[in-house]
């Protein structure tokens, strides 16, 4: 890689960023294209966000990637906000078009490519969204139009009332939301094709937590656990003893962070090369 006066540089920025894939990814796929593109990880601690939103204008920082605390609050220092992103209120790709800063969120496009590219057939299909944070508020908007009904269970009742709410006015299909419980995971399970799990539950280093019982999965069923870390979660694992067809969150890292490739570079994201560098990253340092 030789970096020059020209190199355009893209970033994420986030706090924790040490373990972040994107630049593994990103690198990765830069390298492949023989692109004059560099992707480097910054911390950015909250309190920091707007000088560092300064900082993106005035270096000229092409692309950037957004990852957690910051989501919700870069929302309000960007110039311009795509529909997705306004509809989730959370951003998680910026693209420095020529000093404006347009907020993007890539999340519902990975997911929903991660499905459909994985062989998923939507059409007709009734979902189990488990969450209603940033990520699956993302992916709701995706499914509502494309699925045939879609159930939402959060923790926190009220952000799936609302979250239901405003796809019925935004998607004209009609959304179901609960509260989650045993009971409730159980019964909407039974009625439903796909399951998603878009809660954190399951995640490092929480890697024993499960909403879902192993007895209620069945072989009919398609689950994505979006969690990536670990590689496989303690649901993923139990989907596929129980015979289930199973879409890791690895997936839809790799096409959320192929939509940001392509939003930067205009060129075809090369997913192969993608896929392959996040898995062995992961295998090495989980
Ligand atoms: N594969 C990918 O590309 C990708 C992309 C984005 C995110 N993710 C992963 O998705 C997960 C969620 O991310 P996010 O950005 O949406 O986070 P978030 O906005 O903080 O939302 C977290 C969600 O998880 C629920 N939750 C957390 N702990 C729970 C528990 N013990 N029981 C039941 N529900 C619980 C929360 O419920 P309340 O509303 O009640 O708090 C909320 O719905 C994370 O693990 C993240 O790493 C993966």
Same mark, same amino acid.
């Given at each position: 890689?030789?970096?020059?006066?020209?190199t355009k540089l893209c970033c994420v920025i986030g706090d924790p960023v040490e373990h972040t894939l994107s630049p593994t990814i990103q690198n990765a796929a830069f390298k492949h294209l023989k692109l004059d593109f560099?992707?480097?990880?910054?911390k950015v601690k909250p309190q920091e966000l707007e000088n560092a939103i300064q900082g993106i204008r005035v270096l000229g920082i092409h692309g950037?990637?957004?990852?957690?605390?910051?989501?919700?609050?870069?929302?309000?220092?960007?110039?311009?906000? @795509?529909?997705?992103?306004?509809?989730?209120s959370s951003v998680n790709t910026i693209l420095n078009r020529n000093g404006r800063l347009c907020g993007f969120n890539t999340d519902g496009i990975g997911a929903l490519n991660a499905l459909k590219e994985n062989?998923?057939?939507?059409?007709?299909k009734k979902v189990l969204l488990l969450g209603a944070g940033s990520?699956?508020?993302a992916i709701a908007l995706a499914l509502a139009k494309e699925v045939e009904q879609l159930f939402i269970l959060n923790r926190t009742h009220e952000k799936a009332?609302?979250?239901?709410?405003?796809?019925? %006015?935004?998607?004209? %299909?009609?959304v179901?939301? @609960?509260?989650?419980?045993h009971e409730a995971i159980q019964r909407y399970l039974q009625k439903s094709d796909i399951l998603v799990n878009a809660t954190s539950a399951g995640m490092h280093p929480n890697v024993n937590q499960d909403l879902v019982v192993p007895d209620w999965l069945r072989p009919d069923l398609t689950v994505m656990d979006i969690i990536y870390s670990p590689l496989?979660?303690?649901?993923?694992?139990?989907?596929?003893?129980?015979?289930? %067809?199973?879409i890791s969150g690895v997936e839809m890292l790799i096409y959320q962070g192929a939509a940001s490739f392509e939003i930067w570079t205009g060129h075809k994201a090369p997913l192969e090369v993608m896929r392959q560098a996040a898995l062995n990253r992961l295998a090495k340092f989980g």
């Open positions: 890689m030789s970096i020059s006066g020209k560099i992707f480097l990880a910054f950037i990637n957004v990852t957690m605390p910051h989501k919700k609050a870069v929302t309000k220092l960007l110039d311009e906000l @795509d529909p997705t992103a306004k509809f989730v062989g998923v057939n939507l059409s007709g990520a699956a508020k009332i609302e979250l239901k709410e405003s796809l019925n %006015r935004f998607s004209g %299909r009609k179901t939301s @609960d509260i989650i419980s496989e979660t303690k649901l993923a694992k139990e989907a596929k003893a129980a015979g289930a %067809r199973v």
